[in-house]
Nanobody, 132 residues
Framework: QAQLVESGGGLVEPEGSLRLSCKAADFSLDNYAVGWFRQAPGSEREGVSCISSQSTSYNNTYYADSVKGRFAISRDYAKNTVYLQMGSRKPEDTAVYYC??????????????????????WGQGTQVTVSS
């Protein structure tokens, strides 16, 4: 069964390097827009950041206001992997982070991938806990 596998979470301090990875185990992500979502206890799921599929010439990206300027999403087509670089972190970034892939052979606005679409595939999630 096709699946996404996240890695890179853990107990982290507010500063320092942290990168989450999302790899497709047995299918190509080329025609999928991919997003990072998070959910904290008692909170609704939030679309954190999304990146376009190869349908565009550029890696168009979207960031939620809560992470804009602090997080960076990228993808490596050769490694079939999407990353979320989490820069300066806050306690409110504590959540389970999931990656999701939305079928997108034609371009979808990145904000819509994060906000409107239900991903076709999900990962199992990785816990990120920010504490000093």
């Amino acid at each position: 069964q096709a699946q996404l596998v996240e890695s890179g979470g853990g107990l982290v301090e507010p500063e320092g390097s942290l990168r989450l990875s999302c790899k497709a185990a047995d299918f190509s992500l080329d025609n999928y827009a991919v997003g990072w979502f998070r959910q904290a206890p008692g909170s609704e799921r939030e679309g954190v950041s999304c990146i376009s599929s190869q349908s565009t010439s550029y890696n168009n990206t979207y960031y939620a206001d809560s992470v804009k300027g602090r997080f960076a999403i990228s993808r490596d087509y050769a490694k079939n992997t999407v990353y979320l670089q989490m820069g300066s972190r806050k306690p409110e970034d504590t959540a389970v982070y999931y990656c999701g892939a939305v079928w997108s052979p034609n371009h979808l606005p990145e904000w819509s991938v994060c906000v409107e679409y239900e991903p076709d595939y999900w990962g199992q999630g990785t816990q990120v806990t920010v504490s000093s």
